[in-house]
Structure formats: structure tokens, C-alpha cells
């Protein structure tokens, strides 16, 4: 295998497959379900969103609390109208919250691309979030286990796993590049690891993750909107200004 100079670590969910896709098509299907009880859409979608980043401090990214929130949404829900869900209501609910691990996403424009690219020039790393068995569900069916020198899958994206990634990979932080699209769970802990990042914002038209409200950048970092610009950047970074992500990306 050849050796390469640089080390780049990818992300995956909403780096390299549209993940944001699957949960907003689960999301769609449970709030038409109460819709149909007669709940204002707007009004189930707003008390999901509360629940689920509850369940997300209480349980981590683990998918199966996604069902678990779209469960405890309906209960609360006919609790304020006195009433009580049918159980085939609440079974239809489960097998919404059941997509996130049977339907797997596709991978994002210009991923393959870039992927393919990426592996000539440098050595490639996938650092993910999640569970094992899932995310790696997810890789073999993106087929791009192959590009990857290492992946890992950790519960929680912070320096101390970009390190050990660098550690394991024999590549120096100044040799290392981190690619995500979150501030929380990649350009902040990659920073802070001393590696350089690059946020691809990714955009979905009807879905965002409400956990990256707020969240404040704290270092500079390179931006793009699409994966194919990417490469631009890895040839050329001292022609492309960087950000100061002094200021809060999400409003």
C-alpha cells in the first residue's frame, strides 16, 4: 500500500451519506400518523424535537432512541387531550422509528468523487458516530469500505479520538486533515486535536439537527457547500482564505 504524506479523517453521516434524509422521511411518516389523530403537524414536529434532543443527552445517537422519542411524543401528546393512543397507532409508530436502521442512506453527491481522488493523494480514515453494527451497515452498502485505511466507530467524537486515529494511522496533527459537516462533533474536537478542518455544510431542505443550535466554532477552519470543492482546498490551501469560527454558524 502506498505510503502518503497527509492523513485525512472523514466523517460519515451527513459527510459522505445523506443520513438527515432517512430521519427526516422516518420523522415525515409518524408526524402524517398524528396528523391524522388530529395534531397540529407543526406542534407534533416541534414537541418530537424537544423529546428526541432529550433522549439524545439521555441515550447518545444511539437509532433506537429515535423510536423511543417518536413513542413518548405520542403518549405525552393524547396525555394533553385526555386521551390514549391505540396500540396499532403505536405500533405503526415504531415501525417509523424502525426506518432509521432498515433504510440505509445513499451516499452524497460528489462523495464517490472525492473519495476516489482523496485515496491517490492521501491516506483516508473514517471516524464515525454511532453504533458498530449500523454504521458499518452503512459503509458496505455506500461500498466505500475500501478507500479507508481505519475506520472507527466511537459513542463520542472528541480530540482525544481524532488522536488516536492520528496515533494509530503513524500521522502527526500537522499532517492531518478532518472533514465533517458538524462544528460540534468535528471542527471543534479537530481543532482542537491541531489537525485542519474543513465544515462541508451540508443542507437538507427540510431537516436539521437541533443539537448544533448555538454551537459556537472555536478555531479557524476552511468551508465549503459542496464535496466536489473540497479538493480545491487539499491542493491549494494557502490560496483559499480560512474562517474565524468565532461566531455562531446556526441562528
Known amino acids: 500500500m502506498t505510503h502518503h504524506n497527509q492523513l485525512i479523517i472523514f466523517d460519515l453521516d451527513d459527510t459522505l451519506v445523506d443520513t438527515s434524509e432517512t430521519y427526516w422521511q422516518a420523522r415525515t411518516r409518524f408526524v402524517r400518523l398524528l396528523a391524522l389523530e388530529g395534531f397540529n403537524p407543526e406542534a407534533v414536529t416541534e414537541h418530537f424535537e424537544e423529546v428526541d434532543t432529550t433522549y439524545i443527552a439521555e441515550y447518545g445517537v444511539v437509532p433506537e432512541r429515535y423510536g423511543k422519542s417518536m413513542i413518548t411524543t405520542c403518549q405525552q401528546l393524547f396525555a394533553q387531550v385526555n386521551r390514549v393512543p391505540p396500540q396499532s397507532l403505536l405500533q405503526e409508530i415504531s415501525s417509523c422509528g424502525n426506518l432509521i436502521m432498515e433504510r440505509l442512506p445513499a451516499l452524497i453527491e460528489g462523495a464517490d468523487e472525492l473519495l476516489d481522488w482523496a485515496s491517490n493523494h492521501f491516506e483516508l480514515a473514517l471516524l464515525t458516530r454511532g453504533i458498530d453494527a449500523l454504521q458499518q451497515r452503512k459503509i458496505k452498502a455506500a461500498a466505500i469500505e475500501h478507500y479507508f485505511h ?23 496533527a500537522s499532517n492531518t486533515w478532518v472533514i465533517g459537516d458538524s ?62 469560527g468565532l461566531k455562531n454558524l446556526h441562528p
Not at 150 to 172: H, I, L, P, Q
Request: glycine letters at 6%; proline letters at 5%; charged letters at 20%.
Open 150 to 172: 481505519m475506520t472507527k466507530v466511537v459513542d463520542k467524537k472528541d480530540a482525544a479520538a481524532f488522536r488516536e486515529v492520528m496515533s494509530n494511522t503513524g500521522y502527526s
Open 183 to 244: 462544528v460540534k462533533s468535528d471542527i471543534n474536537p479537530g481543532n482542537e486535536a491541531g489537525a485542519k478542518c474543513i465544515l462541508y455544510e451540508y443542507s437538507h431542505p427540510e431537516y436539521f439537527w437541533r443539537q448544533e443550535y448555538g454551537t459556537v466554532a472555536t478555531g479557524k477552519f476552511y468551508k465549503v457547500h459542496s464535496l466536489r470543492d473540497v479538493a480545491a482546498i487539499l491542493n491549494s490551501p494557502q490560496s483559499i482564505p480560512m474562517i474565524n
